[in-house]
């Protein structure tokens, strides 16, 4: 063997002093940028019946830089093109014309780094009359108490149950909660397989360890108990795998018939090529997150024909928006571009039919509406429709599958138009 | 030619150690500077090499100014410095660590015969050539030192002190052993405490007190005198 | 029978991975062994990496294997030119300040990727991603054996430049002790260039060789970080071959735990290693067990 020694000892002892004041000094470093303050206190404006404005002003709290910083910008996008058609088709009429005006607040991807930017947010300036946000549900989880205490309506597209267990009165969730979306994952499956002829009684459950990833785990567990189904394997790992190699192979040892996973983007292509080096072909029922993105068919290509996911909206019924997007930013309009969009519907929407600056008498409309105008018109069932707890009642999953590298509707048929394809059929 | 220092100032920040020296080791010659602890002696040869800047006077060595040159172009006029408590690479084998003084010759045979004459003079060093530099002796890692400078084949080697904690026997094998390099040649600028030994091998001497020279002359002539004799060699 | 299969493919996935770690790693050893500066953007020139090769790749549509030697040279050249502008002005400046610097840098290469290269997680497609090879019984993914294969070639590469090399030597002279090297007309300014530009080198390669088989985004450094410092740290600050070994220690570590515990948990030994590591014997379990080895073989 070489020697390669580069230090003496005598150095290591000062160096190893040195060190530890690095880590130490890291860790500041890394807590004190974290740390903002501002007292969040937000007047509410005069409401009023016939209300004629300039602007009425939207916030966006969204995860734009760190690792979520894609779907945050995704979904930045989403809302900055429903603005503008807004805008573009004149505004909020019945308020004599006015504009949305939108600010944009950075969330990064730290939960509490997402609280700090809100209060900062909502305590200077004129605050926002309704804010959408914030993504990810971990993140949504600091955020909605924020708003919550600052009586400012937080449209989101978190799926976790518990956002809308708080009892908020602020707080507005468009997609189906985690649960819904962890049942019809699992039984669109099984319906799915039993449309063609073939059945599914073990099944894989992994999922990325985080909030969004558990809470749906727990869904599709608790759904396959239900059923009397054997999961073989119920498997959560940290969202920073570099190497899926080693779940792989438990997945594979565990000779599923179906797998249920949830996955962002980063572990959703690790998986599949892991699979695919080890050889399985066992059906894929993917849990939204990396499996309907963009970058999931441009890493894997072809690979990603015949894979499943459950999602909240059906992609390929987006309409004129989706469209439009397409145009704008080169690739097909992710999902949650689509319903950071239908929140910015049914926020101009909500106006439109009861103009207002206020913001708590917002909150009360957008309980008692019905919201079907543009991208809200392209969630599941057609409109939104929220109960007193802030959930949307109409919001029904949508399981898609990649056919042709496209993301198609297929179930459940009544509201698709799509087929399912078996893999290996 | 050789070394010539004029009016040197030197120092740490704002403390001025060094006022105003000056000093000559002619070609060939066998100086040495003697004086008590922190008299400035290690401030003087690191001032010659670079390592401490100077804030006035010159130093000139064959007509070009070192005080111009950053520490590291210093070898290229084949000046070498045998740096106070060794400092030599522990964990380098004692091969490398001579062939790292031999970082500016480019010539691979003079780097090889250059070995060969210091494993003449060092043999010990030839028997440890593979042993890791901070695993010797005390005197291992001094003949270390004098033989990575030697590398260089210098024009002028300066000492700092190579006979700290050294047996007495040692001291006189290491005297002994430069005496042999000033035969061939080289220039020697020697700095020492002990100043009998010092004043037996060099040709002349300075005597350094609080930054300042206070004497200088042959060997011979401190030896005779009487200051000399009662501040230092302790009769 | 089935056990001691699971195990052995274990192990083999852990040397592998292990392999990469060590790869990813060695820079920051190297960095700081030599300089004594804690290079915290590291992970961040290994995203800086992945993005060339993917850049290089897609334009010239070579794959990132064969692009990974000139990803290197770049990376040196950047590297390089990050120590001359930005690590040479604090490299005697206290402690605080260089962590400022390059817990800074990171941020900005990462946040400057982010609004160059959008967030987008980018990959690249080979024809050998779904291939494995398989021996004994065992089964290798492609991507990761050729990783692995460069992780060994990069490893006997810089041995044999510190080792046997004038350059090398005179790298180590200058990490040993600074004062005297200059004082053998080695100028440390450049030695720190190079042995920056050297570190940057290895973990922008190593962002290429691993490329087939990840995908890249502007935050991945963050991913990478924890094992880069468990490596390093474990492997005793500055020892080359201590980052080496400790990569395939902790490699194997991560492998084997998830056969006995849920992959959640897969980084909880390497924490322990790591906490074990930096608190207890801070200097480096392996360090201590090369010294003594050293020790014994020299007696
Ligand atoms: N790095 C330093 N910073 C500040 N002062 C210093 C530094 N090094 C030396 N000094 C001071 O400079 C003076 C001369 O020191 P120097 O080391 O040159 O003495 P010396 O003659 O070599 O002594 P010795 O025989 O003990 O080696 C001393 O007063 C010492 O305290
Ligand atoms: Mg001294």
Known sequence: MFNDALTTSKQHSARRVAWRVAAVGTALALTLTGCSSGGGDNSSGNGSKNVKVDEVRLGTILPLTGSTAQNGNNSLHGIELAVEQINAAGGIKSMGGAKIKLSTADATSDAAKAASAATQFLSKGEPPLAIVGAYASGLTITVARVTERAKVPLLSTGFADELTHQGYKYFFQLPPASSLMGAAQFNYAIDIAKDAGKSIDKVAIVYANNAYGESQAKALKAQADKAGKTVVLNEGYSPNITDAGPIVSKIVASKPDAIYSIAYVPDSVLLMRALKAQGSDVPIFGGTGGYITPDFVKALGDQVNDVFSITTSNPDGYGDIGAAYLKKYGEFMPQEAHDNAAAVYVFAQALEEHPTTDSTDLAKYLHEGKFDQGAAASMPGGFVDFDETGVNVNAKPVMVQWQNKSLIGVWPADIVKGKPVWPGQ | MGLEITDLQSGYGNIEVLHKISLAVDDGDYVAVVGANGAGKTTLLKSISGTVRAKGGSIVFNGNDLLARPAHKVPQLLIAHVPEGRQIFPELSVYDNLMAGAWLVKDKDQRAQTLGEVYDLFPRLKERSGQMAGTLSGGEQQMVAVGRALMLRPKLIMLDEPSQGLAPKLVTEMYQQLAEVHGLGTSVLLVEQNTTAALKYAKRAYVMEQGRITMSGSSEELRGSEEIRKAYLGI | ?299
């Open chain 3, 1 to 299: 029978m089935d056990i001691l299969n699971h195990v052995a493919q274990s192990v083999a996935n852990g040397l592998l991975i292990g392999s990469v770690y060590a790869l990813i790693s060695v820079g920051l050893t190297l960095i700081f062994g030599v300089m004594n500066i804690v290079n915290f953007a590291h992970g961040e020139f290994l995203m800086v990496g992945m993005f060339g090769a993917y850049f290089a790749s897609t334009a010239f549509g070579l794959d990132p294997l064969w692009i990974a030697p000139l990803i290197g040279i770049a990376g040196f050249l950047l590297g390089a030119l990050v120590e001359r502008t930005i690590i040479e002005p604090i490299i005697k400046a206290p402690q605080s300040a260089q962590i400022i610097a390059t817990v800074g840098l990171g941020i900005i290469l990462a946040n400057g990727a982010a609004a160059i290269f959008g967030n987008n997680f980018l990959s690249v497609k080979t024809p050998y991603q779904g291939e494995t090879f398989s021996l004994f019984g065992l089964h290798f993914a492609a991507t990761f054996v050729y990783a692995a294969a460069y992780a060994v070639v990069m490893a006997v590469l810089l041995a044999l430049f510190l080792n046997k090399t004038r350059f090398g030597k005179a790298m180590r002279a200058t990490a040993q002790n600074r004062g005297a090297a200059q004082l053998l007309g080695i100028d440390p300014k450049r030695m720190y260039m190079v042995a920056f530009g050297l570190g940057v080198a290895l973990v922008t390669l190593a962002g290429s060789v691993i490329l087939p088989y990840t995908l890249v985004y502007p935050f991945i450094g963050q991913q990478y970080v924890l094992i880069m410092f468990t490596v390093v740290v474990l492997g005793g600050l500055g020892s080359i071959r201590g980052a080496i070994i400790a990569g395939l220690v902790v490699g194997v570590i991560q492998s084997l735990s998830t056969l006995l515990l849920p992959s959640e948990l897969q980084n909880l030994p390497v924490f322990i290693v790591f906490f074990i590591a930096l608190v207890l014997i801070s200097g480096g379990v392996l360090s201590r067990v090369r010294n003594a080895s050293v020790k014994l073989k020299r007696s």
